[in-house]
């Protein structure tokens, strides 16, 4: 059997996504965070979105675009300190924020990945974390029932890629990619390298190609990506 070719460009790519579209973005501050996949969702300027992401990047930096132009409706995240754009639209009602523990956060995405329906959890009882949430007694024990997370779309950066979609990742750029890779129906990874089929060492492939639906190539990296190089 041949396996397909999944390269395509960065316009053909986004143009998949639809207004009202829940979203699942990689990264963990700069490392691992897609951020031209994000430009071109800017450009083309799909509106209430719900994204789902560990944070909201900094203020004029990823994330953060999005929500200059008013396309994000909802955030699901740990946490939004670090840009003052994201606490501002928050406490004037412009942004709703939901607020995770960030290994939950993690968890709900993996059980989304895997086909569970919620995971059990004692963390963030008797905190604002679980105001509005199911409680189960088991054991004797109290716990949250956290739903798990999935999306309509996931994007993902990655070091490298095959034409089929294999994928690998550098250090802690790695991140929440392979798990939002595996809890979406549609996957956009963008690489930094894309090399024919064969061109990856099996052993460094930490997402395999069947849960990806389409590879843009980064001809060059934008500022935005310079943190990581330094």
Do not use: W
């Not at 929440?176 to 595996?182: G, T, Y």
């Amino acid at each position: 059997m041949r396996l397909p070719d999944k390269t395509c460009g960065l316009e053909e790519a986004i143009a998949r996504i639809k207004d009202g579209a829940t979203i699942m973005v990689g990264g963990f501050g700069v490392p691992g965070t897609p951020f031209a996949l994000i430009r071109e969702l800017v450009r083309q300027g799909q509106r209430g979105l719900t994204v789902i992401k560990n944070d909201a990047n900094e203020r004029g930096l990823g994330i953060d675009h999005l929500l200059a132009k008013g396309q994000v409706a909802r955030l699901v995240t740990t946490h939004i300190g670090l840009n003052s754009r994201a606490v501002e639209m928050m406490n004037a009602g412009e942004l709703e924020v939901e607020f995770n523990a960030q290994g939950i956060l993690a968890e709900r995405v993996r059980a989304g990945g895997a086909g569970l329906a919620a995971i059990l959890t004692d963390i963030g009882l008797d905190t604002e974390l679980a105001n509005g949430k199911q409680r189960v007694e088991i054991g004797g024990r109290t716990a949250l029932v956290e739903t798990a997370l999935r999306a309509d779309v996931a994007l993902i950066h990655a070091d490298r890629s095959d034409v089929f979609g294999n994928l690998g990742y550098v250090a802690t750029a790695r991140n929440f990619n392979p798990l939002m890779a595996m809890a979406a129906d549609l996957v956009i990874a963008e690489a930094e390298a894309v090399v024919p089929l064969g061109g990856l060492v099996p052993d460094a492939v930490q997402t395999p190609g069947p849960f990806v639906d389409h590879v843009v190539g980064l001809p060059a990296l934008s500022e935005e990506y310079a943190v990581v190089r330094r």
